[in-house]
């Protein structure tokens, strides 16, 4: 993939900020990386998790019961997304390369690859943010339009109605199919994948997938049943799936934020340099909630992670006050939804916004 080119402007913008960080963590004797806020976390996430698991495969209950644990085990399966895998996977989890690596391989035990999932969001989700062509969280759709300047269709203008369907059944469709569309192709989005999968990564994608495959499905099929199993799959993707997708739209598809196109990839020039481009297309949400910032490991402070993605996200709210204030030293924005019920009304609106005829505007 040939990359794009950067201007020089406002430079200093970068310089200015990376050395009132460091001056922090210097300052402080603090590591980058995670602390006993992050571990303990951890231990108490993955603990609800097996837990549920256990509960449901051998705990007798009616159907009924099968809905509210499938959900909580979703959103718990979600939140270690958020908080270890992400983090992991970013390498700021631990200092440890073996420790990041072992926990980054906890989006295997969620049903997806941490291989395929650091080239699509470390590389190009980090470089390339809100760049239509390129970033494949806003790759096209026929469903879904989620910047001006996707192609539109008639559907999409009951798009802000669907989404949270759709919503509910991504993650259902990551695990059985976009993984392995993206390990056949092998492809994200418009863009094939620079680098190529070692023999090791492939082993490790087929063992497990295997052993999703068993856990999740044929051995819940055998002890309970295959309509209990059913209920509680189904109820699991739509806790993980709804939660993953609403809590990373939040970052970017929101009031704020601006888009690029990269229809020629050869001679398309970014105005911004990288980190002006990353403030102008990422958004904040519920800074002041410890119990969302707790539960979504840090992304709501999207923008400090876009920023210092190498940084374990127990130090953003503190980052956060440093980003701000050198945005409005140097004139830039610093998108911010207050609340959470507020970012969800802005994401929708810009879905809805979205999903009208553009030949209408005009």
Known sequence: MKKLT????????SKTLNRAADQYFSSRQLAKTGNWRLYSKTIVLISVAVLAYLVFLFIPMNLGWMFPLGLLLGVTSACIGFN??????????????????TLGFSLNALGGNSFIWKYKHNVIHHTYTNIDGIDDDIAKSPLIRLCPSQPWVRAHRFQHLYTPVLYALSSLIWVLVQDYDKYFRPRLGDQAMAEKMPLNEHIIFWVSKAMYLAFYIVIPIVVVGWLPWLVFFLCLHVGLGLTLAVVFQLAHVVEGPTFETAHDHEHKKIEDEWAIHQIKTTANFSPNSRVITWLVGGLNYQIEHHLFPRVSHVHYPALSKIVRATCAQFNLPYHCMPDFASAVNSHFKQVKQ???????AL
């Open 6 to 13: 950067f201007n020089n402007k406002q430079a200093d913008f």
């Open 84 to 101: 270890v895998m992400h983090d992991a996977n970013h390498q700021s989890y631990s200092s440890r390369k073996w420790v990041n690596q």
């Open 354 to 360: 979205l999903g009208r005829d553009p030949k209408l």
